[in-house]
Structures are given as structure tokens and as C-alpha cells.
């Protein structure tokens, strides 16, 4: 157990939806990070939040956004959902010192989109 | 391009036997790197990580990785395969001032009994 959660485990939605994805961060973790995997793209980075600001973008689509609320648990917001986007969404933390970069790794949440 | 490689998609391995996944990238300058194992249905565990200094660095369960900075590679390898190895790994690469971390495509290892 990484100690980060995400909720829900699965997920299943129709196409042209909107759906939020959760996460609980370690203790003590003050980023949060968002990765998809697939099966076309592996897995991919979306996007980063530092202590509730945005740190770094990676290839997130527009439909897609996030937050990291003053608790520092996140959400991820995917809308306007596409066949397309139909992956497993995971959720990493890091205690974010610049010379420790070890993310911990939750659950995910399995999004299926018919 | 920044880039990192896993060369094996599917290795199959008898159990007992000895194990070398592959890994390179292609950065501009010697990065973070790890290896993660994900179970079916679980998430990433972190198997080891090298951020500077002693080239060959020890995991958990038995693993190891040695950085050959000459080849750009960090392999994974374990001396004697359990079948509780089976797993899909994967080879991460981050560099000092971006957060951006990215994955190989990952190799599914297969342990024959």
C-alpha cells in the first residue's frame, strides 16, 4: 500500500459525459501528479500540482483539467468524454525536495467510456 | 526528442533463472531514473531509483540496476526469477528541473515454471 488513495476504482460513462476522478495524497505529500494509461499510449503524464498552484503540463488534453484543493487532495476533471479516453487514470505523490523525486503510485481509477 | 526506450515488449523467463530487462533513453544530460513493476489491476510499485553516485543500485525483491552512462542505460536484472516476478516493469526517466516524468512502454514479463 503506497498510502495514496483514488477514488472510484471503476468508472463507467457514456460518451459526451463529464467525470471526476479523486485522489488522497501521503501524508505529508505536497504534489500530486496525474498519469493515463492506455493501451495505444502507455502511460502518460498529464499534469502536476505543487501545494495547490500547477507545476507542470504534460500532454493533457483541453477537455481535461485539474485542481489540488487546500487539503491537497486532487481532481480530475475529464469532459466531454470520447471512446478515446477510456484508461486507467493513476495518481502519483511526492514529498516534492529536489533531490527526492520518488512518486507513489495509488490504485488508479479504470474509466470506461461506451 | 527526449525519449526512453524498452527494447522487449514480452520476455519469458524459467523460474530460477536469471533476469535482465532493458532500458536506454535519450536526454540531454544524465537524468533521474527508476523502474516500476505494476502487478494486473495494480498500480506502479517503485523497484529502485538512481539520482547520482554508485552506478549499481540495489532494490527490492532482489532487483538491481546498474547505469552505464557510456551506453545510456539502466537494466534491470535479478539473479534468480520467482514466479511472484511476473509483472509488467517499467523504466522511468525524469530530468533535475522538469517534472515531467516519462515512461517506456514497458515489458511484460512471463515466468514459466
Known amino acids: 500500500d503506497s498510502g495514496v488513495t483514488q477514488t472510484p476504482k471503476h468508472l463507467i460513462t457514456a460518451t459526451g459525459q463529464r467525470v471526476t476522478l479523486r485522489c488522497s495524497p501521503r501524508s505529508g505529500d505536497l504534489s500530486v501528479y496525474w498519469y493515463q494509461q492506455s493501451l495505444d499510449q502507455g502511460l502518460q503524464f498529464l499534469i502536476q500540482y505543487y501545494n495547490g498552484e500547477e507545476r507542470a503540463k504534460g500532454n493533457i488534453l483541453e477537455r481535461f483539467s485539474a485542481q489540488q484543493f487546500p487539503d491537497l487532495h486532487s481532481e480530475l476533471n475529464l469532459s466531454s468524454l470520447e471512446l478515446g479516453d477510456s484508461a486507467l487514470y493513476f495518481c502519483?505523490?511526492?514529498?516534492?525536495?529536489?533531490?527526492?523525486?520518488?512518486?507513489?503510485f495509488g490504485p488508479g481509477t479504470r474509466l470506461t467510456v461506451l | 526528442a527526449q525519449s526512453v526506450t524498452q527494447p522487449d515488449i514480452h520476455i519469458t523467463v524459467s523460474e530460477g533463472a536469471s533476469l535482465e530487462l532493458r532500458c536506454n533513453y535519450s536526454?540531454?544530460?544524465?537524468?533521474?531514473l527508476f523502474w516500476y513493476v505494476q502487478s494486473p489491476g495494480q498500480g506502479l510499485q517503485l523497484l529502485l531509483k538512481?539520482?547520482?553516485?554508485?552506478?549499481l543500485v540495489q532494490g527490492i525483491k532482489g532487483f538491481e540496476a546498474e547505469f552505464k552512462r557510456s551506453q545510456s542505460s539502466f537494466n534491470l536484472r535479478k539473479p534468480s526469477v520467482h514466479w511472484s516476478d511476473a509483472a509488467e516493469y517499467f523504466c522511468a526517466v525524469m530530468t533535475y528541473n522538469n517534472n515531467d516524468m516519462r515512461f517506456g512502454a514497458g515489458t511484460r514479463l512471463t515466468v514459466k515454471p
Open positions: 536526454y540531454g544530460a544524465t537524468p533521474y
Open positions: 538512481y539520482f547520482s553516485g554508485d552506478t
Open positions: 502519483a505523490s511526492s514529498v516534492e525536495v529536489t533531490d527526492t523525486r520518488e512518486q507513489f
